[in-house]
């Protein structure tokens, strides 16, 4: 979780300096468009492995808890 972490904050520092570099208003929503596909991906594939790796150690009950809140998340950040 912590790698797929780290490799997204390095594309945030990438795409700051990609918009620095532009200096283009056109290329800054691009490049800012492309996070925001990016993001949500990073989010599910974070959760799907805490999940996993919770999955042998919780209740089911618990883990049933979990993906519903998990998928509130999801639900509630779509536009």
Same mark, same amino acid.
């Not at 790698?3 to 904050?9: A, D, H, P, Q, V």
């Given at each position: 979780?912590a790698?797929?972490? =780290? @490799?997204?904050?390095s &594309?945030?520092?990438?795409?700051?300096?990609?918009?620095?570099?532009?200096?283009? =208003?056109?290329?800054? &929503?691009?490049?800012?468009?492309?996070?925001?596909?990016?993001?949500?991906?990073?989010?599910?594939?974070?959760?799907?492995?805490?999940i996993?790796?919770?999955?042998?150690?919780?209740?089911?009950?618990?883990?049933?808890? &979990?993906?519903?809140?998990?998928?509130? @998340? =999801?639900?509630?950040?779509?536009?």
């Open positions: 979780m790698f797929m972490r =780290l @490799i997204s904050g &594309l945030e520092l990438l795409a700051a300096v990609l918009m620095v570099r532009h200096r283009s =208003l056109e290329r800054a &929503l691009l490049i800012n468009g492309l996070l925001g596909f990016v993001g949500p991906i990073i989010l599910i594939l974070v959760n799907a492995l805490g996993a790796g919770l999955a042998t150690r919780l209740s089911p009950h618990k883990l049933a808890l &979990l993906i519903a809140g998990v998928v509130c @998340i =999801l639900l509630g950040t779509r536009s």
